[in-house]
């Protein structure tokens, strides 16, 4: 892992984007979910109750959730990782090593991110034609 998880230092996602994480369905078999801290499990409950709005948000970042920093590192840490992908970062002992140096250094983690995204920028994009799709709304095909 370099740091691309890291751009969800800024931004929101859907409740159901992660809710599963918050509650156990009866009858379902539970998804394997990494840990979660338990005060903010039941600050996200707050925010994504199980009635929720389709249009109910929350922030990636709980830390400096309108800073472009390391803070997503740090709540990573702290167990307050909002989606299981991002929270598995930590969990996972083959990137946790990166999780903390990038939340001990910011300037690291600045220096990975434009790295990586000079490097996406080199692929080439598809705008349009038989092999690619401009998507209105990015979850769903046109």
Known sequence: MKCGAGGHTIGVTHCDKFVRRLYTFK?????????????????????????YSPTTV?????VTPNKFDNGYYQTLQQQKGLLSSDQVLFADRR????????????TAFFDAFVAA??????????TAGSDAEIRRVCTKVN
Request: with cysteine.
């Open 58 to 62: 929350a922030m990636l970042d709980a």
């Open 27 to 51: 009858g379902a078999r539970p998804q394997y979910s990494p840990p979660m801290n338990l005060a903010f499990l039941r600050q996200m409950r707050g925010t994504c109750p199980l009635n």
């Open 117 to 126: 995204m000079a490097k996406l920028g080199r692929i080439g994009v598809k």
């Open 95 to 106: 990137s946790r090593a990166t999780v903390n140096h990038f939340a001990a250094n910011q």
